[in-house]
């Protein structure tokens, strides 16, 4: 069964950094699209970021260039440097495939900026 697990999250104030971090297994990972989804309360989750298999990368308008997300295929992990942290990054980030897939959403991490 594939696993998706999100780690990185915390408290942070508003102008701080945080690295998350998706480790995932039973994948091909090296050939697949990587998404960070994020979804703050009482609203949709949206998409944050996305990087293909060869590295090409996407950004929520919101977001471009404060986070930056990576890739390291030979740890089957991607990664979402946030900085500039506002308290609208407040939300559960969560990671999966493009086009995600409702069996590998995993619990994700809480990211909560205080203004």
């Known amino acids: 069964q594939v696993q998706l697990v999100e780690s990185g999250g915390g408290l942070v104030q508003a102008g701080g950094s945080l690295r998350l971090s998706c480790a995932a297994s039973?994948?091909?990972?090296?050939?697949?699209?990587m998404v960070w989804y994020r979804q703050a309360p009482g609203k949709q989750r949206e998409l944050v970021a996305t990087?293909?298999?060869?590295?090409?990368?996407n950004y929520v308008d919101s977001v471009k260039g404060r986070f930056t997300i990576s890739r390291d295929n030979a740890k089957n992990t991607v990664y979402l440097q946030m900085n500039s942290l506002k308290s609208e990054d407040t939300a559960v980030y969560y990671c999966?495939?493009?086009?995600?897939?409702?069996?590998?959403w995993g619990r994700g991490t809480q990211v909560t900026v205080s203004s």
């Open positions: 990087i293909t298999s060869g590295g090409t990368t």
């Open positions: 999966n495939t493009s086009p995600p897939k409702n069996d590998y």
């Open positions: 039973r994948i091909f990972f090296s050939i697949t699209a």
